[in-house]
């Protein structure tokens, strides 16, 4: 039940009294949905044996589950993602990995969104920060790590708000848009520590103020 409590939120200036009504009423029917089965099994063994009570309840939980997610929107989503997370095609802890300079330029990887770096010892790498969402066959879609949040914000249900949920799926679909699908063999993972990363924006600001400071010496 603290599941889907715990995404809901509440548009601004909900009265108190309705919230507490929403809850409820969302309370009870978790409870029904969880009583639901055993009831089942029970009645239907008493009438027509243990092999029609599971097949009853087999058939009943994905209905309930479909009816129950015409309201509560971001259930699908979260069946769906529980799916690819537990085998192995979504991962959303977020790694390091390095790419070789040979087949990707640094500069497709903007700094503020991927934390390009590269290191004295490895010149002929450069490392990113970012989370594999999806990793299917030679394919491996990586995503800067600012996706996280956008993609915990679209769990989460507006209950009297229902616009509210619509705008953050656009949200996530935007932030979506500056993912990169790459073939496995161009990226790899290396969480390892290095020390002293260099990062490509901070040698190009150092740069520009060598310049200035030159231009002011010849003042």
């Given at each position: 039940m603290m599941f889907p409590l715990n995404q809901l939120d509440f548009s601004e200036g909900t009265n108190d009294w309705?919230?507490?009504?929403?809850?409820?009423?969302?309370?009870?029917?978790i409870v029904t949905i969880g009583i639901l089965p055993g009831a089942m099994v029970?009645?239907?063994?008493?009438?027509?044996g243990w092999v029609t009570s599971i097949t009853a309840i087999l058939?009943?939980?994905?209905?309930?589950?479909?009816?129950?997610?015409?309201?509560?929107?971001?259930?699908?989503?979260?069946?769906?993602?529980?799916?690819?997370?537990?085998s192995g095609i979504s991962d959303w802890r977020t790694h390091q990995y390095y790419?070789?300079?040979?087949i990707y330029s640094h500069a497709m990887f903007?700094?503020?969104?991927?934390?390009?770096?590269?290191?004295?010892?490895?010149?002929?790498?450069?490392?990113?920060?970012?989370?594999?969402e999806f990793s299917l066959g030679n394919i491996k879609l990586v995503c800067p790590?600012?996706?996280?949040k956008a993609r915990k914000e679209s769990m989460r249900f507006t209950v009297n708000d229902f616009s509210e949920y619509d705008?953050?799926?656009?949200?996530?679909?935007?932030t979506a848009m500056r993912c990169i699908a790459f073939n496995?063999?161009?990226?790899?993972?290396?969480?390892?520590?290095?020390?002293?990363?260099?990062?490509?924006e901070k040698v190009k600001l150092m740069t520009e103020n060598s310049m200035i400071q030159f231009l002011h010496m010849l003042k």
């Open positions: 309705t919230e507490i009504v929403i809850i409820t009423v969302l309370a009870s029917a029970v009645n239907e063994r008493k009438k027509k058939v009943s939980i994905p209905i309930v589950i479909a009816v129950f997610s015409i309201w509560y929107r971001p259930l699908p989503n979260m069946v769906i993602n529980m799916a690819m997370y537990l790419i070789e300079r040979k903007n700094n503020a969104l991927w934390n390009t770096r590269y290191y004295k010892d490895i010149p002929e790498k450069f490392f990113i920060t970012g989370v594999s790590a600012e996706i996280k705008k953050k799926g656009k949200d996530l679909k935007a496995k063999n161009d990226i790899h993972t290396w969480d390892s520590p290095l020390p002293e990363p260099i990062y490509y």
